[in-house]
């Protein structure tokens, strides 16, 4: 009697553990082979998993790390861009006073001035940028003012343009050349502003640091770690192609900024 064709296939598969036992019984050499290489892959599968697991958690602690230090960078932008608002704001009012008095008053030119220096002094506590060129600016409205060269209320309207210019430096990210002090000696070098926040330098003889701020003050300390040149490497060359915006993994030194 001739097996229905659906039931074939079903013997041809309950036939396969026999063949194959037949086959390992004819040749024991090869069974411990292919016990050696099931061996070796469950043990490469374990390595593997392991492995996996170790990249997750390093994942999991870097996410966590740029989390904080990405907090971190927030914050300060906050609070240097409430800095300017706070300075724009007393300035308004100023500009309100003097009205009241009268455009040329002079009871005003006190209040200006600690406008002024209150100014210079935020622009000494920020990053190192550009801090000569952009106090003069400041001590020149503060020297036409005592001179009586311009009117308190000429004084506060360009210190309110000035104020504009520091609020477009706190949201800019740009290349540009200074000099600054690096190990005792006056170079001028590439800097990488990201904002008011962060400033990386570049040397002529590709050399890479940050401007880090001590108990001392800012200072510009030169990268040891390999990673660090490269990231900031890769930051420069993105700037400098006009690639303003993009994941940077750049190391940071925020602890000490105000």
């Known amino acids: 009697m001739a097996l229905p064709n659906v039931l074939k296939p079903m013997l041809w598969v309950l036939a396969l553990p026999l063949v194959y036992g037949a086959a390992v019984a004819q040749d ?11 061996i070796e892959l469950r043990g490469k599968v374990e390595d593997l998993q392991a492995e996996l697991q170790i990249m997750k958690a390093e994942h ?27 300075a ?4 308004v009012k100023l500009q309100e006073q003097i009205k009241s008095l009268g455009a ?28 000569i060129e952009r106090q003069s600016v400041v001590e020149g409205i503060v020297r036409d003012l005592e001179g009586r060269k311009v009117t308190s209320q000429l004084a506060i309207n360009r210190l309110w343009a000035f104020l504009e210019d520091e609020m477009r430096l706190a949201r800019e990210n740009a ?4 000099t600054i002090q690096l190990n005792g000696e006056k170079v001028l070098v590439d800097v990488a502003k990201l904002g008011t926040v962060l400033m990386y330098f570049k040397t002529r003889d590709d050399v890479y640091g940050q401007a880090v701020k001590n108990p001392q003050g800012w200072q510009f300390e030169t990268f040891t770690d390999t990673t660090d040149t490269e990231a900031v490497a890769a930051l420069f060359d993105s700037l400098k192609k006009q690639i303003r915006q993009g994941l940077f993994n750049l190391p940071l030194n925020l602890k000490n900024q105000g």
Do not use: C, H
């Open 28 to 38: 024991p050499d090869n069974n411990e082979q292919l016990i050696e290489n099931l």
């Open 60 to 86: 999991t602690q870097s996410m966590s790390y740029l989390n904080t230090r990405k907090t971190e960078l927030e914050a300060n932008i906050d609070r240097k861009q409430l800095q300017v608002k706070q």
């Open 88 to 91: 724009q704001a007393e300035v």
């Open 104 to 131: 040329d008053s002079e009871q005003m030119i006190p209040d200006v001035l600690l406008l002024a220096q209150s100014i210079q002094e935020n622009i000494e506590i920020g990053i190192p940028f550009k801090i």
């Open 175 to 178: 290349i540009y050349s200074q």
